[in-house]
């Protein structure tokens, strides 16, 4: 049921990390409009959580064990649930940025900026406005107004999201069975991805796929 506009807004923090959401939720207690109603470290969590308490705004880590940040916001979207979700990640901000745009989502924001700009961002989304940075914004107002060859684009922007996901996955080290088994997809479907994301990104073989998505992800979890 909507509340009143001037009513204290409910936020669901999901993050598999507890410490984040401990963080995240010191800060929101602040702010007498803000009250966290709940916490979720999965997707699927997430879902069960948003029937609960029925949130104003969802916070979502980009990062969550199975299914991602990215394929969270779909999955709400397709639920037809219209509050605004902002993305939180350590996670390179041009990579991702565009990506839950599209998914959905209403803003992005990187960890290491939240102490100081959650409170402007969630109170942005809430507003019905767009949150990024401003260099995401020129980014994607240049976007607009060029047209995009592969030539110039990062091979890496060239995953669809789903390849970005099992790509990711690969960099954590699972394997082709766990992946399927995380991502509720058939062995067959991620051998498929992998041969994508092998084209895509002018690898190969497998051993190099592995090692090439391993450095990847240690490099953003520097």
């Known amino acids: 049921m909507p509340r009143d506009g001037n009513s204290t807004k409910r936020i669901l923090v999901v993050d ?6 401990q963080g995240v939720r010191a800060l929101l207690a602040e702010e007498p409009t803000f009250q966290v109603c709940a916490e979720a470290e999965s997707a699927a969590d997430a879902l069960t959580q948003v029937d609960q ?3 104003d705004v969802v916070i979502v880590d980009i990062s ?19 509050f605004p979700i902002l993305i939180m990640s ?6 991702y940025a565009e990506r839950v745009l ?12 939240v102490s100081e700009k959650i409170v402007e961002a969630l109170r942005s989304v809430l507003r019905g406005e767009i949150y990024v940075s401003d260099e995401v914004r020129q980014r994607i107002l240049l976007g607009i107004r060029t047209s995009g060859g592969d030539a110039k684009t990062p091979p890496i922007e060239r995953l ?26 058939s062995v067959k ?3 498929t991805y992998r ?22 992800v240690e490099q953003r979890n520097a």
Not at 16 to 21: A, C, S
Not at 68 to 82: C, F, P, Q, V
Not at 102 to 113: F, S
């Open 195 to 216: 041969a994508h994301i092998k084209e895509k990104l002018n690898v190969d073989n497998a051993t190099e796929l592995v090692r090439y998505a391993v450095q990847w």
């Open 16 to 21: 598999d990390h507890p410490i984040v959401r």
């Open 90 to 95: 350590m996670h390179d901000e041009s990579l």
């Open 160 to 185: 669809s999201d789903r390849e970005l996901e099992v790509f990711r996955l690969i960099g954590q080290g699972f394997g082709t069975r766990q992946i399927a088994k995380q991502l509720s997809l």
């Open 189 to 191: 479907t991620i051998e």
């Open 102 to 113: 599209r998914a959905g989502a209403n803003g992005y924001i990187m960890k290491q900026e």
């Open 64 to 82: 969550l064990v199975g299914a991602d940040g990215l394929e969270l916001t779909k999955s709400i979207r397709a639920r037809n649930y219209t």
């Open 53 to 55: 308490c029925n949130p």
